[in-house]
């Protein structure tokens, strides 16, 4: 793959950009102790691709949490900030990746169905908010991932045809976006998704680990 066929590069971001999936599982982990329920096993398929309010609605619901969802995703934000901050660590090679395309004057995007307060505080506290053109999330949208409208955003935000798109995602729903938006799709591998990499594999128009294997 010739990497500079494209004219623009759009990532999700956790699991994506960011080794952040098993930090939500905590977190998880951590906020429904607070009301003395344990994450069922199926919580992460339940959640694929919905926008962060409609997580938490999902909470308020399925759980029977008391709080008002406004309240649930406020405590997931300060639960989330100091991690994604100081302890989240960066896919492998995606820094070099990131510099390397920008270098070569290619367009950024980050297409994200977190909630936007995170991400910029993330790529503020790392000293990269100047290095994505723009940010899209799911609550600019009125459907989440595997509805391709996020990357189509992205890609209008960036003045680029979705053709001329790549795209890096690390779930199938976030896959199938990517193609539904008509864009050349990259699977991540994710120790989180390890039990979808075959699904991954057979969706996306490329599979990585890490992303310096695109710049040989």
């Known amino acids: 793959m010739n990497i500079f066929d494209y004219e623009a590069v759009i990532f999700d971001m956790d699991g994506t950009l960011i080794d952040s999936m098993g930090?939500?599982?905590d977190i998880d982990v951590e906020y429904l102790a607070r009301f003395g329920l344990a994450v069922p096993e199926d919580l992460q398929k339940c959640l694929e691709g919905l926008r962060y309010e409609e997580v938490a609605a999902y909470f308020k619901k399925?759980?029977?949490i008391p709080d008002s969802v406004e309240k649930i995703g406020q405590d997931w934000l300060d639960m989330a900030e100091h991690k994604?901050?100081?302890?989240?660590?960066?896919?492998?090679?995606v820094l070099d990746f990131l510099r390397w395309i920008r270098a070569e004057g290619m367009k950024t995007a980050i297409a994200s169905s977190n909630h936007m307060d995170l991400i910029e505080k993330i790529l503020e506290a790392r000293g990269l908010r100047a290095d994505f053109d723009s940010l899209i999330t799911c609550d600019d949208v009125k459907a989440g991932k595997p509805d391709p409208t996020v990357y189509l955003t992205a890609a209008a935000?960036?003045?680029?045809?979705?053709?001329?798109?790549?795209?890096?995602?690390?779930?199938?729903?976030?896959?199938?976006?990517?193609?539904?938006?008509?864009?050349?799709?990259?699977?991540?591998?994710?120790?989180?998704s390890a039990e979808m990499e075959e699904e991954k594999r057979e969706l996306a128009d490329g599979?990585?680990?890490?992303?310096?294997e695109l710049m040989d």
Do not use: N
């Not at 901050?85 to 492998?92: G, I, L, R, S, T």
């Open 157 to 192: 935000s960036l003045g680029v045809a979705p053709e001329k798109c790549l795209v890096f995602e690390d779930i199938p729903v976030g896959i199938l976006a990517g193609k539904r938006a008509g864009m050349t799709t990259i699977a991540v591998r994710d120790d989180y």
């Open 23 to 25: 930090m939500w599982h």
């Open 207 to 212: 599979f990585i680990s890490d992303y310096r």
């Open 84 to 93: 994604y901050k100081y302890e989240v660590a960066f896919k492998p090679g």
């Open 62 to 64: 399925r759980f029977r």
